[in-house]
């Protein structure tokens, strides 16, 4: 028994120095040999051999929680009031790719140690329809090292309080205060274990939010927000982390943990956590064994050059600039195996751009669609290489998600999201099998114009997409509408001037100045949406070459039945007559508007967003503007509109020669809209 009692006494403060656990508090100062006990773990989450919890690693787009497995009692029956608490937790985040994080993770007080959530930008928190809902019961400090446009991130470096929603209700740049009240930056991808503590004084209702790179906590917190808890938090919650990963991954770590209800959270000391694992060393045996394999790889290549010659076709090809471009590269073998071998059952589609196959990715059966540019395509690699510049970084919902690319010789790959429900197009031209509802037309409309929207004024710079049109509206499962095929976007800076390029886009959806200066503009965007509008509620194309001469171009079509006070019988007579007239009306309307001849005319697209959600009405009459005189200017045609378009919200629609060419107004003729500069047209 006497040589027990050591024993004994080493268990005992083993549990209540490293592990200590009561009703109202925690504490781990580290996680080894914790895992079956002490912790819920799923999704990627893991204990390491060194004592550290890992919540992700460098796979792209997992998730990981990690909860301590029975609630916190948070507030009492009688009363409704929730408790005082307080957390401690050393952090650490080791990005993939220096200076990029993904995702980030977060402190979580949750209902159940299960949720129902997504990652990338969601953080394992919640998914795209429980965001904002009072029902989640959701508190969360997060720690985020990618700025996301669509919650309002300020940047890729904050910490933010969240409540039931990843739009942080506060938010501020990762720091702490000195003693003398001096702000010291924090880089959260530094790989640096950091302190953070998170605080909830319930007298006075404020959260606050401290960091440090030490063990002492500065006295003034980075981020302090009012708000009562008590609506929020339930009687029993569970505590915990939550972190993920994005097209680019990160390493999200917690060191140790604390946890106090009515009372600080007991504290930690860095130095004696356990340690992030250093830079794996190069050793004697492994350069040995490095260099007898290259020198027998050497002469294997050297006895089977003729094999090696026919595979080297199918072979990867990087360049330097493909390190700098887009998100994760797919090796050719992975592609033509989800696409099985691209052969034509997988077909989806094809257009002068080429084909576009499905494919299930072997590794995580996901579904993909995978774009292959023909050899034959005027695209090239130039534009190959923009679309991988600018929908590579671009995040919204409304978006095709781009997934990754590849380049193997002369093939040029482009992986997305699989959209089940194919492109819009098919669903109003040539007898389609379903026929979508006004409804569901009209949440397509609104989707296109929310990332029309994004792209012009949401991202750090301005994108234009110059190929905006039905074949490129993408419907999911859901038929929530997407914005594809960035093959001829450009991007420059918010207040510069785009510059000239070739004219390139699809006849019909081409504004008219754009011919003549080569400069696309987020008013040729709006241009093209306006087509786009027209098209859906007539279920006719812009430009019907085999239609007769008064149908030839919808846009004139659609205006004359205007004058004459019969616009409502152009709706798509496969709805049948059932439709909202107010709504049909406004976005035939809204058609004429966008699709004016003069580039000032028209709204921009957040304009047209408010005129969707109803927030502005449209005018109950438009005007046409006047055609341009042979000797008169295209500037001075605009000054001489402004009185008109200042009283008419730019209202004017504009006539087309259908005599000249289908794709342009009546005075396309004019010197000023010379035909043979047209240009690239597909």
Same mark, same amino acid.
């Given at each position: 028994?006497?040589n027990?009692l ?10 209540l ?5 009561q009703h ?9 040999? %914790? ?20 919540l992700?690693?460098?796979t792209?787009?997992?998730m990981?929680?990690?909860?301590y ?9 009688s ?37 129902? *959530? ?8 919640l ?53 003398d ?31 440090s ?25 569970y ?5 993920s990963?994005?097209?680019? *991954? ?13 009372? =600080? ?7 004696? $956590? ?11 045996? %492994?350069?040995?064994g ?12 050297i ?12 072979? /990867? ?8 471009v887009g998100?994760?590269r ?9 696409t ?36 034959e395509?005027?695209q ?37 999201d ?11 031209? /040539? ?42 509206? $993408? ?7 997407r ?13 510069a ?8 886009g ?7 100045e ?7 503009t987020?008013s040729?965007?709006?241009?093209a ?12 194309? =812009?430009?019907?070459p ?9 846009v004139?079509f ?12 152009l709706?798509d ?12 009306l %406004?976005?035939l309307?809204?058609? $004429? ?11 921009? %697209?957040r304009?047209v967003?408010?005129?969707l ?5 449209? =005018? ?16 001075e ?6 009185s008109? $378009?200042?009283? &008419?919200?730019?209202?004017?629609s ?7 060419d ?6 396309? &003729? ?5 035909l043979?500069?047209r240009?690239?047209?597909?």
């Amino acid at each position: 028994m006497t040589n027990l009692l050591p024993l004994i006494v080493y268990v005992l403060l083993f549990f209540l120095v490293s592990v200590s656990s009561q009703h109202d508090q925690l504490l781990y100062a580290g996680f080894k040999d %914790m895992e079956s006990n002490n912790l819920t773990l799923n999704g990627i989450a893991e204990i390491e051999q060194n004592g550290i919890l890992k919540l992700t690693n460098e796979t792209s787009r997992l998730m990981g929680h990690a909860f301590y497995p029975t609630p916190f009692q948070f507030k009492k029956s009688s009363d409704g009031k929730v408790f005082s608490f307080s957390s401690l937790f050393a952090l650490a985040i080791v990005p993939e790719y220096p200076k990029l994080g993904g995702h980030g993770l977060a402190f979580t007080i949750a209902t159940s140690k299960d949720l129902n *959530a997504l990652p990338s930008q969601y953080l394992g928190l919640l998914n795209s329809t429980s965001i904002g809902n009072f029902s989640n019961h959701l508190f969360a400090v997060e720690f985020d090292t990618v700025q996301d446009f669509e919650f309002g991130d300020i940047n890729d470096n904050h910490v933010g309080i969240d409540i039931n929603n990843l739009k942080s209700n506060a938010s501020a740049t990762a720091g702490y205060y000195t003693e003398d009240s001096t702000k010291q930056d924090l880089n959260l991808k530094s790989g640096k274990p950091i302190l953070a503590w998170v605080d909830y004084d319930s007298a006075v209702n404020i959260i606050s939010v401290t960091l440090s790179a030490s063990s002492s906590k500065p006295k003034k917190p980075i981020l302090s927000y009012s708000v009562d808890l008590s609506p929020i938090l339930e009687e029993s919650m569970y505590v915990g982390f939550s972190a993920s990963t994005g097209l680019l *991954a990160s390493s999200h770590y917690i060191l140790g943990w604390s946890f106090k209800i009515n009372g =600080p959270a007991p504290p930690l000391d860095l130095s004696s $956590l356990p340690q992030l694992p250093g830079p794996k060393k190069k050793h004697t045996s %492994m350069i040995i064994g490095v260099s007898v394999f290259v020198v027998v790889l050497v002469l294997s290549a050297i006895l089977i050059g003729i094999y090696m010659y026919r595979k080297i076709k199918n072979a /990867d090809v990087v360049e330097a600039w493909e390190f700098e471009v887009g998100p994760h590269r797919y090796s050719y073998q992975e592609l033509k195996k989800a696409t099985k071998g691209f052969k034509d059952k997988e077909l989806l589609g094809q257009g002068g751009f080429g084909k576009v196959y499905k494919g299930t990715l072997p590794s995580s059966k996901t579904q993909i669609a995978v774009k292959r540019v023909s050899h034959e395509s005027k695209q090239g690699l130039r534009e190959f290489v923009s679309e991988i510049a600018s929908i590579g970084r671009l995040r919204h919902r409304n978006l095709a998600q781009l997934l990754g690319w590849c380049r193997c010789g002369g093939d040029l790959l482009l992986v997305y999201d699989f959209m089940a429900n194919g492109s819009l197009d098919k669903y109003l031209f /040539d007898e389609p099998e379903i026929i979508l509802s006004w409804g569901q037309r009209f949440k397509i409309i609104k989707d296109v114009a929310s990332a029309l929207l994004y792209l012009h004024e949401g991202y750090e710079q301005v994108v234009i997409h110059r190929d905006v049109k039905a074949s490129n509206v $993408l419907l999911d499962s859901e038929l929530n509408g997407r914005l594809g095929d960035f093959g001829l976007a450009r991007l420059y800076e918010h207040g510069a001037n785009p510059s000239t390029t070739r004219v390139v886009g699809t006849l019909g959806y081409l504004a008219p100045e754009f011919s003549r200066t080569g400069k696309a503009t987020p008013s040729t965007d709006v241009f093209a949406f306006g087509a786009l509008l027209l098209e859906v509620a007539c279920g006719l194309r =812009p430009v019907e070459p085999k239609a007769l001469p008064e149908e030839m171009v919808l846009v004139d079509f659609v205006w004359n039945r205007y004058k004459e006070g019969r616009i409502l019988d152009l709706v798509d007579p496969k709805l049948n007559g059932d439709f909202d007239e107010r709504e049909v009306l %406004m976005v035939l309307k809204l058609g $004429l508007i966008c699709s004016n001849g003069a580039p000032n005319a028209r709204p921009t %697209m957040r304009q047209v967003v408010r005129f969707l959600d109803g927030e502005d009405g449209l =005018p109950n009459e438009l005007r046409k503007p006047r055609e341009i005189g042979h000797q008169e200017g295209f500037d001075e045609f605009l000054h001489s509109l402004e009185s008109s $378009l200042s009283d &008419n919200m730019s209202t004017n629609s504009y006539n087309r020669n259908r005599e000249t060419d289908a794709s342009f107004p009546s005075f396309a &003729n004019s010197p000023l809209f010379s035909l043979h500069g047209r240009g690239e047209t597909r």
